[in-house]
């Protein structure tokens, strides 16, 4: 990934708001883990974002793109993970909300791209709400079954299951093979059916 994007965005207009002008986007390192957690977190409680305990942010770290302002503001975050060749996925991507609109989330979004680029991946997928924001980036909607993989590591546990309000996304050809879950489901246990005539009285 690269350290810096220097492609131009907005400037802010309210004083009160960071510059986010020159943001930079860089890979994440474990004393940005705090930022990260506290920011992911203030968006878990409606179902923005998936939450995301401090140690699997730590544990994870590396797979997160920070955007900071030029002073190095911690701005936002995003999330690469890769599940092999044939599928990545973009997580926590958000930008704080005074922050929001001055291109940040674009830099941090093309950033992830790029990485899942050159580690050649050939598919990057996720789950949201903000369809919207992801077309912009090439992204299209698709059906959710499309992803077992994702679907396996996530959807299984979560209490939205039966009431999930995201739409599965993709960017590039659909997934052909999954890595997670059972790998062979079981033959079902059929009950073997007797041949020959029923007589009556027996
Ligand atoms: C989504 C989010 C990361 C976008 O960050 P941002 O810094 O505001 O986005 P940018 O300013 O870089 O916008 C990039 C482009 O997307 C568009 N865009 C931004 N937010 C959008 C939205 N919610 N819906 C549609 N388009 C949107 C912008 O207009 C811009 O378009 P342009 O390039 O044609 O001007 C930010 O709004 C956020 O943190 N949201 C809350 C968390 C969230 O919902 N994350 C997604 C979870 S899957």
Do not use: W
């Amino acid at each position: 990934m690269s350290s810096t994007l220097q492609t131009p965005v907005s400037e802010s207009t309210s004083s009160s708001r960071p510059r986010v002008g020159g943001a930079t986007v860089r890979k994440a390192r474990l004393p940005d883990a705090v930022n990260i957690f506290d920011l992911v977190n203030s968006l878990s409680g409606d179902g923005t974002l998936l939450r995301r305990n401090y140690a699997e942010i730590c544990e994870n770290v590396r797979d997160f793109a920070i955007a900071e302002s030029e002073p190095g503001v911690f701005l936002g975050c995003g999330a690469l993970h890769l599940y092999g060749p044939h599928l990545a996925e973009v997580r926590s991507i958000v930008v704080k909300p005074e922050a929001k609109a001055q291109g940040a989330g674009g830099k941090l979004l093309r950033a992830l791209l790029e990485e899942a680029e050159e580690q050649k991946v050939s598919s990057v997928c996720l789950f949201t709400r903000i369809p919207d924001f992801f077309f912009h980036f090439n992204f299209r909607v698709v059906d959710r079954t499309t992803l077992p993989d994702k679907i396996y590591k996530d959807c299984q546990t979560c209490p939205r299951l039966y009431a999930c309000d995201e739409v599965a996304m993709v960017r590039g050809p659909l997934p052909k093979i999954a890595v997670l879950g059972p790998s062979r489901i079981a033959q079902p246990e059929l009950v073997k059916l007797q041949t020959g005539t029923i007589t009556s009285g027996q």
